[in-house]
């Protein structure tokens, strides 16, 4: 019998004293502020508890350790400090996705106790465990220095708000999310849930002989072992291409070490993995294709069965680039190659699903909901309205979460069985199964004339799409696309390239093939101001993109702010010893000829209630934000009476939450959808208005794919744009590094100011540190602990600078903001070194020593 108390209450435990704290706080007592983030690791801090006065990792702490413990979660914190520290967490902007929230606010606590008034370097260094893939810790310094005054006495009201745009209106549900009590989909326990877990491959490619489960269903507490047998309908899904099956069947070829060969259903998680074990797979192993350069090559085994291992190549030609650089006075060239990046969103992938009526209900954390809806139906043989999917809090994306990973297999667990069961991958698996960021190789040349005008600019890429297409091809389409960045480039020849492989696949991920080629391009650019004796900012600025200017594929552009941001920088760059330099230029919506559209319902429930359902995936981004304001500033209607609500049974159809574009289709859905309510508020009240209902819409269709044959290019409705200045200093360390960015209309301030910030420090690990390689289709680790994401203590100062140019099409004039943070991050920090060493860099992460 172990004794302890836990948050006041004495506790006399007789359980396994080898299971973690974490397990029992959030599986026996349902304490759910502690997070599981790492799997055992003791690597993100989002599980950090108070124990006899000292903060502690829960998942590194055994209930055999606990004997006579005083033990504190977040739930039992003082009332008054936990109030004050969280609306601190809030009034600061340090909440996004919020995951990692309560193990900072636990850590906040712990660290005013010892040092009522830290300093910066002493707050870097307390939160230092603590990883937060989001905000890039600006704010959530400022919230514990907030919070320090605050306990200190000093009042410091948040100022008050309309919720407007252009106002610093708090993120919303921020306040239940610092506290831990917003349920992610991990933190579901529904009565008779069941557990579930899956087997995955092996090898990268093999061909399935046999899957022998007969030991895994004798197991106590096992309920099913699922095969690719079970399925009842189509086993291949994809969000373009139908190349992805849910589980690989006897006599097929797997495709890397994440494919799916069967999954176990139990009375506990323990028992569905022990169960895995006992799963005996043959196999007959080959030698997979890991190079995309051999695997495109003719006689190369294919990936696919009798499918080419190229999956897509994109090319854009203007004009006669190889003439006009044989006449160019400067030519600069290289060979550049970049890495695969893990998302690392802190939460986990999880999903639960039960049976219902003739399908399912899904809960889901998807950046698509009504994109998993569409594939589980195919895959379940049933109507889509029979697939009824709920978005609940998502906890971290940035692209890793829109290819359907759990919610297929929890999906098909359920309809096989009366109970709802619950699918979590560990931090292990979910680095081995979702997509990446494209590593790709591009050979580039760019050229400019005696004046240091830009001429040309030829390209030749592959990207390294792994086992499955998801959206490689349109990642590489935009390498291609934002290939002269936010310069004007008359004569182009780009080509980008798509292959096939046996590695772990890779999509969608912040930046989206802008950051890669921003990277060669501006390294390229710095290259030719040093061969032309060019004013590095001033061959930037006469070059710019401005209104009517053409982008690589040809589309001219309007709203176009990249003077105006590099003017933000001037005084600093010149002010600087060493500093590197680039701009960035990131489209809003898919385009390409793909429907980028929203819709919207505004429904007034009561006097005290308007609801507003929508399709977005909030994950830390500020969409909820987005539409409160919006429709503040329609109405004037309070924002504290507005809620917000994504599920499929609302049938409002969206796509992924992907390309910076929920901003600007969600905002002018709802201006649509004001119209009408404005018009009947100007002789009702809202209390005369309850029970209707206001919907919104806002399609665009008018894009085309780049080289399409058209009048005139437009290959997206919409593009950001940025400036960033990387200043290191007489040491060689990177002392400030200043964003500055066109969101044409800063919808509110506080959010862009940290979506910015924490685009910047994702960039900057880009830059320097991460990396997840893989030898001969394995990881050479799949810990998170070695992805090297930057802690506090190694994040400069980051500092953003607001510039308005109005956009034509968005909100207000509003710009997607969402993934340019990190769009000329590599290159400004590359030319920064190559300034203070003069060494020219071509390869990340940069490894600086």
Known sequence: MIS?????????????????????????????????????????????????????????????????????????????IKKIIAQSFVDAGAVQCGFCSPGFVMRTKLLLEKNPNPTVDQIKKAINTNLCRCTGYTKIIEAVQLSAKRIGGDDLPK??????????????????????????????????????????????????????????????????????????????????????????????????????????????????????????????????????????????????PNTENLLDVCSVLRGNPDEAIAKSKYVAKGVFQTQRIEHAFLEKEAAVALKDGLGIKLYSQSQGVYEDRRQIALMLGVDEEEVKVELLPNGGGFGGKEDLSVQGHVALFAYLMNNPVKLTLSRQESIRMHPKRHPVTMDMIIACDENGKLTAAKLEAIGDTGAYASVGAKVMERVAGHATGGYSVPNVALNAKTAYTNNIPCGAMRGFGANQVTFALEVLIDELCEKGGFDRWQMRYNNALVDGAMTSTGQKVYGVGIQESLEALKDDFYKAKYAGLATGIKNSGVGNGMIDESGVRITIK??????????????????????????????????????????????????????????????????????????ALKTKSLKDLVGRAYNGKYVCDFTNKPGADVDEQIIHYSYGYAAQLCILNEEGKIEKFIAAHDGGKVMNPMLFEGQVQGGVHMGLGYALTEDLPMKDGYLVSDKLRDLKILRATETPEIEVRFVEKADPVGPYGAKGIGEIGLVPTAGAVANAYTQFDGIRRYKLPLNIK
């Open 606 to 679: 009561s006097e005290n209630k308007v609801l507003i359902e929508h399709g977005w995936t909030e994950m830390g981004q500020g969409v909820n934000n987005m539409a409160i304001q919006t429709l503040c500033t329609e109405t004037n209607i309070s924002p504290d009476i507005i809620t917000v609500e994504i599920d499929t049974e609302a049938q409002i159809k969206t796509g992924m939450t992907t390309s910076s574009r929920g901003t600007a289709l969600l905002g002018l859905a709802i201006i649509d959808a004001s119209k009408e309510l404005k018009e």
């Open 159 to 304: 100022e008050k708000t309309d919720g407007k745009v252009g106002e610093r209106l708090n993120k919303y549900e921020a306040y239940k999310t610092a506290i831990g009590e917003r349920k992610f989909t991990d933190d579901l326990y529904l009565d008779g849930m069941l557990y579930s877990a899956l087997k995955f491959s092996d090898h990268p490619k093999a061909k399935v002989l046999s899957i022998n489960t007969l030991a895994a269903e004798k197991l106590a507490g096992v309920q099913k072992v699922v095969t690719y047998k079970d399925i009842p309908a189509e086993r291949y899904l994809g969000l373009i291409k139908k190349d992805w099956p849910l589980m690989i069947a006897e006599g097929e070829i797997t495709r890397y070490i994440g494919d799916v060969l069967a999954g176990v259903i139990a009375d506990t998680e323990e028992i569905a993995r022990e169960a895995l074990s006992l799963i005996k797979i043959e196999y007959q192993v080959f030698e997979p294709v890991t190079d995309p350069y051999k695997a495109i090559l003719p006689d190369a085994p294919k990936v696919h």
């Open 4 to 80: 302890f108390e836990l948050n006041g209450e004495a506790i006399q435990y007789n359980g396994v004293v080898d299971i973690s704290l974490l397990k029992y706080v959030r599986q026996t007592k349902y304490l759910i502020a502690a997070k599981d983030g790492c799997s055992g690791e003791g690597t993100c801090g989002a599980c950090l508890i108070e124990m006899n006065g000292k903060p502690k990792l829960a998942c590194k702490v055994k209930m055999a350790d606990v004997q006579d413990a005083k033990i504190f979660t977040v739930e039992g914190l003082p009332e008054n």
